[in-house]
């Protein structure tokens, strides 16, 4: 039983402050913006990037400070072919489950391993305080949720249901949400390629989020 939105409900984004984004705008060049949550990680992440170069693709890697200085070496490939990375904590620690003080300090300690100004939490748990706190601290961040979850970190369902979850709801503008970690590795690495050819198929361009 799946207990969390593959698609995200537009009730939910308008709870959350207007700085948020969910989603893309679509412009003349129709575009979509695979994202990847909890690397870099030694054999998921090289899957992923040597997935994305046989497509010309583009992409944003929300990066766990922790997992940025034990695989330094991975970080810096993300960055050499022209990726995106982004902020996803320190040790992933949920908003809901910290203090202020300690979630904004652990995020804070990933961003001096980690370049852009972009951020996500994990699990997609911040409290609205959280978020004002961080906007306030820092006005040109931009924090990104995502329109699609492909619930490749759910072991309960299979690499054929994970792909559907993206290739169902998958459209311009959308921002999906992929792992590149162990734990969601045999869902990701069966629907990973089969959304790159879909979006190849519908001559949508794969693009990293704007920082």
Not at 17 to 46: Q, R, S
Request: charged share 20%; with cysteine; proline share 6%.
């Amino acid at each position: 039983m799946v207990t969390y939105w593959v698609k995200t409900p537009q009730w939910l984004k308008k709870l959350f402050p207007k700085e948020i984004i969910w989603d893309m705008p679509v412009g003349n060049e129709p575009a979509v913006y695979l994202t990847f949550d909890d690397g870099p990680h030694p054999t998921a992440t090289a899957f992923v990037l040597d997935e994305l170069a046989k497509y010309n693709a583009k992409a944003t890697f929300f990066c766990v400070g922790n997992n940025v200085v034990l695989h330094n070496e991975m970080y810096n490939r993300i960055l050499a072919e022209g990726h995106v990375t982004g902020n996803h904590t320190y040790d992933h620690i949920s908003g809901w489950k910290n203090e202020n003080f300690t979630y904004l300090k652990n995020i804070t300690r990933a961003a001096q391993v980690i370049s852009n100004k972009i951020f996500r939490p994990p699990y997609g748990r911040i409290k609205l305080t959280q978020a004002r706190k961080l906007i306030n601290a820092h006005p040109a961040w931009k924090i990104y949720m995502w329109d699609i979850i492909t619930g490749d970190f759910d072991k309960n369902i299979t690499p054929q249901q994970c792909a559907a979850h993206a290739l169902n709801h998958i459209q311009p503008g959308s921002i999906i949400v992929f792992h590149d970690s162990e734990k969601a590795w045999e869902r990701m690495h069966f629907a990973l390629p089969k959304v790159l050819e879909h979006c190849k198929a519908m001559g949508w361009q794969l693009k990293a989020l704007p920082v």
